[in-house]
């Protein structure tokens, strides 16, 4: 099960790595697909790609990145043990916010890449891709802390990690979120229904799939396992 997941993100990779329908394929320096384990348990998904991701194809290898690296050994695992993407795929000049026309168009590839590797537990990190899974305008604030169901999996918004970087004190916040994640992941074959989930979970699945709402093969092959 786990190479066919891996074969079919690696077909899934080349049939969309040139992707140009919309302006940020004009910008980027690398397509980011994402990293991790095409079997992994836990999906974490964050805003878009930075300057540094952008450079080298990979999501989260800046200074954010390393607070995830330390925030997942913390709870023992390691890149390898998870799968980690963007809501979009292609890095936003200078940074700026992603625009909701650029989010309907490359989400269609998030969430296929979620039916692929068809997780337990996806962690939304920030904003954006909060708010795209859960299909919500609700404010992270107040959705951080909470459980929700989407379909079949446990969604838990947690706040970005570069959030650590402007205020020190989030740290300890994002470790708690943690915690509760592998808390969560080792009883989920004890979590009922409903049991711990947010009132959001009561409106119907969350995911639309609807799609309107440059590494060396080898090195990016070597993204996923």
Request: net charge neutral; with cysteine; proline share 5%.
């Amino acid at each position: 099960m786990s190479e066919d997941k891996r074969e079919k993100l690696k077909e899934f990779y080349f049939q969309i790595k040139e992707c140009m329908e919309c302006e940020l394929g004009k910008t980027r320096t690398n397509f980011v697909f994402g990293s991790g384990n095409s079997s992994a348990e836990i999906v974490f998904i964050g805003e878009a790609p930075g300057r540094n991701e952008d450079l080298q194809g990979k999501p989260f290898v800046g200074q954010a990145g390393k607070i995830l690296d330390e925030l997942l050994l913390s709870i023992g695992f390691n890149r390898s043990d998870v799968f980690i993407a963007n809501v979009l795929k292609c890095r936003p000049p200078e940074n700026r916010d992603p625009k909701l026309e650029e989010i309907n168009i490359c989400k269609k590839y998030l969430l296929e890449q979620i039916e692929i590797i068809d997780p337990k537990i996806i962690c939304t990190m920030g904003k954006y891709s909060t708010q795209l899974i859960l299909n919500t305008d609700t404010a992270i604030t107040k959705l951080r802390g909470k459980v929700f169901r989407v379909e079949n999996r446990v969604v838990l918004p947690i706040n970005h990690p570069a959030a650590a970087l402007y205020t020190p004190s989030r740290l300890g916040i994002l470790k708690e979120d943690f915690q509760r994640t592998k808390m969560i992941l080792d009883d989920y074959e004890n979590l009922g229904a409903n049991a711990g989930l947010g009132d959001l979970a009561d409106k119907g699945p969350a995911v639309s799939t609807e799609p309107d709402l440059q590494k060396s093969k080898n090195e990016q092959l070597g993204l996923f396992q």
